[in-house]
């Protein structure tokens, strides 16, 4: 809402060029519909397996690979959506390149609860390890690609907004997709450590500290190029 | 938000006859939720064959005509969210007719799934060709529908919206039942030309290239068609 | 959006009183939520039953129940969702018993899939009908029991409200459960004209005209009161 | 939307520091859209057994136990959904722990359609009435963990909130949870005893009275704390 105000002094109303800025209110609701959709439909994947011999604790903990991907899946899920708003949060229009960039992240995300069965039905499969992964580096990439497309040049956020920001948040898109290729190339010789990656992943996007951790490299890296600069 | 804010300021409160304006905040929250979920059930079409012998790399392979329907319908669907999030932009206020129309359109937006699993199981069938072909070319014909409505006489349109704005809108909702009235013909005598031209289609509207095609087209059209009136 | 921001105005800033009043804002996303999901579970009952020496054509026509069922019960919830969108227009907060009565209403209106799935199945079946028609029922009585609750002595609405508006939506929450009653009534001897009955009632919400006739209804009762009043 | 406004006026613009406050709108549209499609979801636990010998009426009252799971986690969801949207209502901004708490009790919101299959189907079970518990416990957890993150030392409240509003959340958050730990005990030696408990707990939340009730108890503790204080 706050930046949706700020938007509405910025921009002219029924402007005449069609292409050019629309505010970001109804890309927001659609990727919270998509995000919360497919968070909720990953858990379709769970199914008791239809065995009247055995008590419920038992079949639960036979499904162990579906709940770990449930709540792994979800995370990842989780720390997507939250880059995103955060990025979101500083754009101040949306033009139809950014929209469509928009449009094929949700596509990537809708596919995960897909990947995700997969991955949980075959987690001993190298195929499914790399498929998955692929899944959330398109991800990835494709968040990376709409914030760099926005910032360059400051084309859709604010003239005054820091460096650090912009760089805090491309740091964090790019990031993930190399430990996931990392994880990838780890498939074709073990298929735990991959699983490991994926598990572990999230934590250094949730936990508080290394939110702070990120900020202060993102800082150094702007200090260093904004220091370099100066000295030529 | 913006327009919302803007509208605010034209309409009175508490309007005594109930069947004028209301604001378009409510249809357009149920319509990010219809289309989020007809783009994400999409999804659900998606499983893979059973088969122990196999790796899962085969089996998907084995599945591309159902990944195939899952992209080209998602993106059919962005186009058409997009289309009709950027022709809401310049309505003012929402009457009972505008409202079901737009009821209307989510009705048809919601059996996407299901033609869209019907071309996946039997892409090979005319019927399949035909049905969907059909089901996308009643959305394209009720979005034009309520377009015409809308804007016919500025009836819920700022009355200084640029003649060519309209215009341009009223050929993206045209042009794509044309295509795919051509593609339901081709399906009499080729099963492949039909599929092509659905997964092509989404290109004229996504490429921003095209964006500035459509741009010039509606603007010339509308130069001619003042030159016509003043001549006379 | 319109109603919120007078609302704004209207309210004090985090009132002492924990159960006087929120804004509508949150119930009606969940509700344009519930209705959007509601409305796209829908398509879940059409499934093409798996015929290899049959044309897709010859399938759809045979799912003619579930198809019929389809559209006529996405009406039925547009017409929900509309009447329940304009009523919400008028209210100003929202409190703990109007919030409750509100999540009665998506719990029924939730259930819908479910009962349309047997009456597609087995609409032939007297107890399909009678279940659908209940369900149907409970929506409309929960509906008007709200918007009584919320406009009995100004509870939740602006005292300027014009009487007939009152009377205009109760009389359109009271229409549609006395018509369910009636096709009940029918399906002890008949199991064809309640199907007709569910089919058609949609059309009095939806056309334009009826609108109009429905508006008069209500001015008139209005008008009649009063005089019935002053000549006291 | 009226907090919405308020911290508008409260931030300032593009805040330096990364990690601070965001607004709570995306949350709250994505916590709507979780909400709506696991309490819709619950309906994909309905299924009609295919009998064709048998009545609807007879169908429906054998499948009795999944209805009455429908509609018990049907206003759970709904007590928990309405608990978190009032203690929302007094969140001034939402910094990054605030935003994953929020995802946390999201993830554990959306298995409840799998808990709830579950207890529809092993409701003789212990542990299936033991992890129906758990997954209900961990929401109500999370939550209260949530609001006493936001409310200690005023972090994301007004300071002039009254200190038994606060009171108030935090007892109805924790209270639910104990009934469940209750049942969970209970479970132990007899299996109806508990569903009981699960069923009549909404009752708590729901019924006008017992809102007074909650109000009491959290004003006389409060009251009675400042008193204590006052006298050393």
């Known amino acids: 809402m706050k930046h949706n105000h700020i938007k509405l002094l910025n921009m002219k109303q029924n402007v005449p060029n069609i292409t050019s800025a629309l505010n970001t209110f109804r890309i927001e609701t659609l990727e919270d519909g998509v995000f919360a959709i497919a968070m909720t439909l990953l858990v379709l994947n769970l199914k008791i397996p239809e065995t009247t011999d055995q008590s419920v604790f038992h079949s639960i903990v036979k499904i162990w690979p579906n709940l770990l991907t449930f709540f792994g899946s979800f995370l990842l899920l989780g720390v997507y959506w939250f880059g995103h708003r955060t990025a979101l949060h500083y754009i101040k229009n949306a033009d139809h390149t950014f929209h469509w960039l928009g449009i094929l992240i949700l596509m990537f995300v809708s596919i995960v609860p897909f990947s995700a069965s997969m991955i949980a039905n075959y987690y001993h499969d190298q195929g499914a390890i790399i498929l998955y992964g692929l899944n959330l580096i398109t991800i990835?990439?494709?968040?990376?690609?709409?914030?760099?497309?926005?910032?360059?040049?400051?084309?859709?956020?604010?003239?005054?907004l820091p460096a650090y920001v912009i760089r805090f948040a491309k740091n964090r898109f790019i990031f993930a997709p190399i430990a996931y290729l990392l994880a990838i190339c780890f498939s074709l010789v073990n298929s735990v450590i991959p699983l490991i990656l994926y598990t572990i992943l999230p934590v250094f996007y949730i936990l508080p500290f290394f939110v702070q951790v990120w900020e202060k490299i993102a800082k150094y890296q702007v200090s260093r190029r904004s220091h370099r600069q100066s000295s030529i």
Chains 1, 2, 3, 4 share one sequence.
């Open 140 to 160: 990835s990439l494709t968040m990376y690609w709409q914030w760099y497309y926005a910032t360059s040049g400051y084309r859709l956020i604010d003239k005054d």
